[in-house]
Structure formats: C-alpha cells, structure tokens
C-alpha cells in the first residue's frame, strides 16, 4: 500500500483547502463586513443569474426523464454478476440520510411560516390561498427537481467507478468525454476539481450553518442549556465528533450504521406526530398538496416574477429568496451527492438509480413536510398558536419547539427531534468527508484512507463556524448561492459527458437486448484521450482495448 503522501493529489488537496481558508477566515476575523460581502455578492448573483438556476432545475428534471426511458437506461453499474451492494432499504436510507441532513427537520417545520407571509403569484399574504402554497411549496422544493439536480454527477460517476472501472473519484474524471484527456488532466481539470470541492464546502457549511441552532434549541428545552454562539460552537464540536468517529469507521461500518438508524428514528418520529397530531388534516391538507405540487409543476419551476416592480405588479422577491437559493443549494450539495449515490449504487442498473433517488428522496421529503409542517399549520388556522408572531419575534428554532409542544407527550417528541438533528448532521456530513477524502486522493481502491477521511470531517466545521460568527440565514442562503455560480457551466458539461461516453460504448455492444446492458466491450483508444477520435463505429464493432 502507498504511503499517505503518495496517494494523495497534494494540488487539489492543497488549492480545496486554502480556499476554503481564504473564505472563511476574513469572515471570522471581520464578521460585520463580511456580511455585507456575502450579501453584496448574493445580490450581484442573483441579479444577474438566478435564471440561470431555475432553467437548470427544468434541464436536470427533462434530463433525468430522457435517460430513464432510453436504453442508456439499461445500463447495468457493475459487472453481468455484481449483485446490490447494499440491499435497497439501506440503500434508500443512505441515499435519503446523506443528502438531506438536519436541514429537512429545519425547513419542513418552519418553512410554510414564511410563505403564508409572503407567498408567490401576487397572492395576499396571510390568506387562504396563501395558506394552500404555503403547504404546497415546502414538497416542491425539496421534490423531484432537487432530486434530479442531486443526480447530474451521479451518473457520468457511477458510470466511470463502475462500468468502466476508473478508481478515481474526481470531477474532472467524469468531464473528460466533453473537454478531452489534455483538458481534464491540466490545469482546467486541477480547477475544477477544486471548485467542485468548494462548491461543496459552501453547501454543507449551510447544512450545518443551520443544525447547530437547532440543537441547541432542542438541549436548552430538554436541559435547559443556554443558547448563544458558545454553544452552537459546542454542538459543531459534538457533531464533528461523531462524524469523525464514522467516517474513521468507514462507510459499511459508519455510514451504513448511522444511516439505518437515522431511518428507524424518522419513522418513528413522523409517527408519532402524525397519530398524535391532527391526523386528518395532515392526511387530507399533505394529498391535496402534493397534487397541487404535481399539476403546477412547470408554472413552479418557471415562476421568475419577471414584471415584479413595475406598475400594477408586486415584488415580493419570491423566486430569488426561495426557489433559486434552494436550486443553488441542490447544486453546491450535489458533488457530495453525487460521489456518494455513484459510490453505494453498484449492481444497479441507471434507470433504477434515478426512478429510486427520485422517488424514495421525494416521497421522504414529503413525508416530513407533511406531518411537520402541516402539525403547525394546523394550529395557527385554528388559532391555537400564532406560529408566524413566534418566527417573527422570537426566531425560527423557538417557532419549531412551540409546534412540538402542541402535542401529548411533547418532550418525546423534543427529544427525538433533537436526537434526529444530530444523527441527520453526522450522516450528511459523514457521507461529504468520505467523498472529500476520495477526490484529493489519486485513486481510491476500496475506501478512502483514514487519516483523509478525518482531516476533511474536521476540516468542514471551518465554513459552518464562520457562517455562524456572521449570522443570520440571508448570510447561509448567500453561501449557497454564490458557491453555486461556478457549477452552473460544470452541471451541464456532466450532462454531456455522461451522454457522449455512454452512446459511444453501447455501439460497442453486440445485442443489448436484455433488461439491463453490460458494457465490455472499448474502444482501442477512448474517443476523449489524444489518441482517440469521435469517429462513430459500427455496431458491434470489436475493441481491441484490454
């Protein structure tokens, strides 16, 4: 086995985390303008932008659908003989577990709270029809659009770790059928994989920016811990040791461990609250939801409020503070997503790695915005709680903690929500060191190395304890957003070059007739190598290649 300096990419390893300092420390050292710069630069992105992220919200949801039912589709990810490497309920709840993260118990309890406020269309805030948007956009945006924005490196990964057996976890590997080998492996390919890590570190700097909040919260309600910066320093701390220990553990140890229990923990928690809860509301109000999520699925995704300011229409800001933030989330998220989806779908062919990422990710999304958020909802139209004056006043972890004590036997519900925040965090976080210590590696035969995988678990509370010296959730959703903007050109290069490699080899295959297509058979020269060319053979045409 090579030493530890051998195996490592000293370049990405060095160029990711001297960026990553270079961010976070002036925000630390200067938290008031460095406020004002990230929302400066929030603005100047979304702005000019924020398009951008919408339209390929709508590409990555086309995309998806077009590869699911084409025989690209059929593509097994693995040898005829590999079978699952992870039977399916763990495999959804790894793929669940570690994309999501605490986040989904932040936004499903809170989120219709902004929304009935100021809720999109023009329409009145604090009215009906703002009351049914407001149930309505939560599984929106956390639905099949996130979904498919999570997968677009997941396929041209699992495609290369898998099919054509490349043990190198790298962006710029992936990318090399649409910029060329001399491309990928320069110093374009140096940059990208290093602003693909970035774009990571900002996504999950988000992530955590927004648990540690809510962690505390639930401790100073269980045990009356104080809430302030200190401890929310403290509880990164927690869960930076937690993750630490799994990701040291690896990923059938840790990983798996972590997210199997994460799962149980959910059920049981949406459980209860749905039986002891309003019950048929959350029921009826969640169906009615998800109907009208489905059939305004486009008029969502295109909502630009593009006559906002002008005489006789509103601005309320909608689109740019919610669906283009969250697609700009789902993008800096998804290199974690999709190393780790690439990492743990072997056996399978792509079609099922789609239909599955999509499905189980969206109706487990769902699931929690419709007991969570609607429990909520619930009492505030019955008047038995104004949720939206506790946001106001009081802050969005206290608004989320009074909904809880609506229920029999709240602190069990506290302190499930509690534990689950924390399990949420170190599983999400989990999964991100483990594809970081990939990606600054060489090449990765079997798991990253130890010593990798812990210095990238402790080395991702640096942006989240600088978020949080900053303060405020505008300055979280600005990390997003502008650590999204290089990624919005490399989202679309995956795309392609998913496709290119992919089209070239089936016309290698002799029949692919069979419900899933093994490729085995290359060209002499890959078509993306300076020795190759993209002159299209034959079907069925024999490789040379070894």
């Not at 994989?193 to 962690?215: H, S, V, W």
């Not at 700009?328 to 989806?341: C, H, K």
């Not at 290119?500 to 419900?515: E, G, H, I, V």
């Not at 002499?524 to 070894?546: E, F, I, L, V, Y």
Request: charged share 15%; proline share 5%.
């Amino acid at each position: 086995m090579p030493r530890f300096a051998e195996r490592i990419d000293w370049p990405t390893f060095i160029g990711s985390f001297a960026l990553l300092l270079i961010v976070a420390v002036p925000l630390i050292l200067f938290p008031v303008a460095g406020k004002e710069w990230v929302n400066y630069a929030k603005n100047i992105v979304v702005d000019n932008f924020g398009v951008l992220y919408l339209m390929l919200g709508v590409g990555a949801m086309g995309f998806m659908l077009y590869v699911t039912f084409t025989d690209v589709g059929q593509i097994k990810l693995g040898a005829p003989e590999d079978d699952y490497e992870f039977a399916t309920p763990s495999w959804a709840a790894m793929l669940f577990c570690g994309g999501i993260g605490a986040s989904i118990l932040y936004w499903s309890a809170i989120e219709w709270m902004y929304y009935i406020q100021s809720p999109p269309f023009g329409v009145e805030g604090m009215s009906s029809d703002a009351a049914r948007w407001a149930s309505t956009y939560g599984i929106f945006h956390w639905g099949v659009t996130t979904w498919s924005i999570y997968l677009i490196p997941s396929l041209p990964m699992a495609y290369f770790l898998h099919v054509r057996r490349v043990n190198i976890i790298k962006v710029s590997e992936a990318l090399m059928p649409a910029i060329g080998e001399k491309l990928a492996h320069g110093w374009v390919g140096r940059m990208l994989d290093i602003l693909f890590i970035f774009g990571l570190l900002a996504g999950t700097g988000t992530t955590l920016g927004l648990a540690a909040p809510l962690i505390n919260q639930g401790l100073n309600d269980m045990f009356g811990v104080p809430i302030g910066l200190g401890p929310k320093l403290l509880v990164l701390a927690l869960c930076t040791a937690i993750f630490g220990w799994s990701a040291w553990s690896g990923l059938k140890k840790g990983i798996k461990v972590l997210s199997d229990l994460n799962l149980y923990l959910a059920i049981g928690l949406l459980a209860f609250v749905l039986i002891l809860g309003p019950t048929l509301f959350m029921l009826s109000t969640g169906l009615e939801s998800i109907g009208r999520a489905i059939s305004n699925l486009l008029r969502m995704a295109t909502y630009t409020e593009s006559f906002g300011g002008m005489d006789g229409f509103t601005d309320s800001n909608f689109p740019e503070n919610w669906t283009m933030f969250y697609w700009a989330w789902w993008l800096v998220f998804s290199p974690t997503m999709g190393f780790f989806v690439a990492r743990i779908s072997k056996g399978r062919t792509v079609r099922q790695m789609i239909v599955g990422g999509v499905l189980y990710g969206s109706l487990g999304c769902a699931a929690f915005f419709i007991t969570l958020g609607n429990v909520g909802l619930y009492h505030q139209l019955a008047g038995d709680l104004d949720a939206v004056a506790i946001l106001n006043e009081q802050g969005p972890t206290a608004a989320m903690f009074a909904v809880l004590h609506t229920l029999p036997m709240a602190w069990v519900a506290v302190a499930a929500f509690t534990l689950l925040a924390i399990l949420f965090t170190a599983t999400s976080f989990d999964s991100t060191s483990y594809i970081l210590a990939a990606a600054v590696e060489k090449e990765v035969h079997g798991e990253p190395m130890r010593a990798n995988r812990l210095f990238w678990a402790i080395a991702l509370s640096i942006l989240p304890a600088a978020l949080m010296i900053v303060g405020g959730l505008d300055t979280l959703q600005t990390a997003s957003v502008v650590g999204g903007l290089p990624l919005l050109p490399i989202a679309v290069l995956l795309m392609v070059s998913f496709m290119r490699a992919a089209r070239y080899d089936l016309r290698y295959q002799m029949d692919y007739s069979q419900p899933s297509i093994h490729i085995d058979e290359f060209p002499k020269h890959d078509p993306w190598t300076q020795a190759g060319n993209w002159r299209m053979p034959r079907r069925g045409d024999k490789s040379t290649k070894n």
